[in-house]
């Protein structure tokens, strides 16, 4: 099984983004435009080839789902809205236009058959989210975490077992989560702790820490810094900072001595919150530790 991100955001014809999107829900589809002069349904990829080559330049994303996108793939998409949604491939890759797109002018008809299932934001992975910023109509998911999660996540919404989960994909939850989804949850715990986030903190652009904290009551800084993967964090470059320091690294990959104003936080101490908090994290961390836990 393969998963996929695809845009929905028609090139051509006059049908907006949320009428395509919609069209695409009705009909249960996914796909692309360029679309023929002709129009004839075919499932027989050189038809459709010898004549949208007389029309289009690069039919290359129009390939890319006949080579690649199969039965029983995972595809994740967005409408106009920014609402996220999973879909499970039924069908490869044919061209296909309905009447309906005819007469609204809607640039779908490389098209894959599919079920949808709808996201609510907070439950999408990061990695996903990230995909979309890119310009590609159509392309692959090859993170294996992101993939098992995705498979759970179907089998959850759909409330089946088309999934069989790898777990030795995952051998923690900190494998789950991408870097600013390990920040969002170290926040979420110092502010547990009493410590509030200085917002404008943090930015891209911050040289050493990834945002600075306060604590209100005893007037006390803090700076944070998060690694994931295997970068390593040395108590030695903050042992003389004048402000308290806490650090995070996803594997425990930890170098240095140990000093009074630094903290090294534990992959047990923050799944311990997790677990204390489970009713009021965001979805993708409830599911994710939901995925993690199981047999």
């Keep these: ?14 049908a907006n983004i949320q009428t395509t999107f919609n069209y695409c829900l009705s ?7 360029w679309r023929t002069e002709t129009n004839r349904n075919t499932k027989v990829w050189d038809e459709y080839f010898d004549e949208a080559s007389k029309l289009h330049n690069n039919l290359q994303n129009c390939a890319y789902i006949h080579k690649r996108i199969k039965e029983g793939d995972l595809v994740w998409t967005r409408d106009g809205q920014a609402q ?10 044919e061209y296909w236009q309905s009447q309906e797109a005819v007469d609204f002018d809607i640039d779908i008809a490389n098209i894959f058959r599919c079920d ?3 996201v609510v934001k907070d439950a999408v992975p990061g990695k996903v989210i990230a995909c979309f910023r890119a310009p ?4 692959s998911i090859a993170d294996n975490a992101t993939i098992e999660y995705s498979k759970y996540l179907w089998n959850k919404l759909a409330r089946c077992h088309a999934y069989t989960i790898d777990q030795s994909k995952f051998p923690d939850i900190f494998t789950m989560l991408d870097d600013e989804e ?5 926040f979420l715990y110092l502010q547990t702790l009493g410590w509030h986030i200085v917002p404008n903190s943090r930015k891209a652009d911050t040289m050493r820490f990834e945002f600075f904290l306060v604590n209100p009551v005893t007037g006390d800084r803090a700076d944070v810094q998060v690694k994931t993967g295997n970068e390593r964090l040395n108590s030695d470059t903050y042992g003389q900072h004048s402000n308290q320091v806490f650090l995070f690294q996803s594997n425990e990959y930890y170098d240095g001595s140990t000093y009074d104003n630094v903290t090294c936080i534990s992959q047990a101490e923050l799944v311990r919150f997790m677990r204390r908090a489970i009713n009021w994290l965001p979805s993708s961390f409830k599911i994710k530790l939901e995925l ?3 047999d």
């Design 1 to 14: 099984m393969y998963l996929y991100r695809i845009h929905i955001r028609p090139q051509g014809g006059e």
């Design 27 to 33: 009909n249960g589809l996914l796909g692309v435009g």
């Design 84 to 93: 996220y949604y999973i879909a499970r491939v039924k069908s490869g890759w």
């Design 116 to 118: 949808f299932q709808r």
């Design 136 to 139: 590609k109509s159509v392309q």
């Design 182 to 186: 390990t920040e969002d949850l170290l």
């Design 292 to 294: 993690v836990r199981q």
